[in-house]
Nanobody, 124 residues
Framework: QVQLVESGGGLVQAGGSLRLSCAASGRTFSMRGMGWFRQAPGKEREFVAA????????RSADSVKGRFTINRDNAKNTVYLQMNSLKPEDTAVYSC?????????????????WGQGTQVTVSS
């Protein structure tokens, strides 16, 4: 079983930055891809960024390219999402998830374990 705990969310002004963390328990973390997704009120969950098991491959949504960066530290069982140049439309609950294997995917169906999420609010 894998448990995920996100942190680092909060309220920030447009143009600001936040770094989200996702701490995982369980021995399988270092061998699995990881992803970040977000869900805004009244909207469906959407893909944000993902990273392969060793960080060799990353993917990100077009809406966050050039602003958000995903990385991981397998020694700490933690994946991060650095968010810069935040916009009001980035406001959402951000959740991390563990991939079904070592790869990174943009589709939520390929993720087996999910955290509870952390709220990010960007004011204009």
């Amino acid at each position: 079983q894998v448990q995920l705990v996100e942190s680092g969310g909060g309220l920030v002004q447009a143009g600001g930055s936040l770094r989200l963390s996702c701490a995982a328990s369980g021995r399988t973390f270092s061998m699995r891809g990881m992803g970040w997704f977000r869900q805004a009120p009244g909207k469906e969950r959407e893909f944000v960024a993902a990273i392969s098991w060793n960080g060799g491959s990353t993917r990100s949504a077009d809406s966050v390219k050039g602003r958000f960066t995903i990385n991981r530290d397998n020694a700490k069982n933690t994946v991060y999402l650095q968010m810069n140049s935040l916009k009001p439309e980035d406001t959402a609950v951000y959740s991390c998830a563990v991939s079904k294997d070592s790869n990174c995917y943009t589709v939520s169906n390929f993720y087996h374990y999910w955290g509870q999420g952390t709220q990010v609010t960007v004011s204009s």
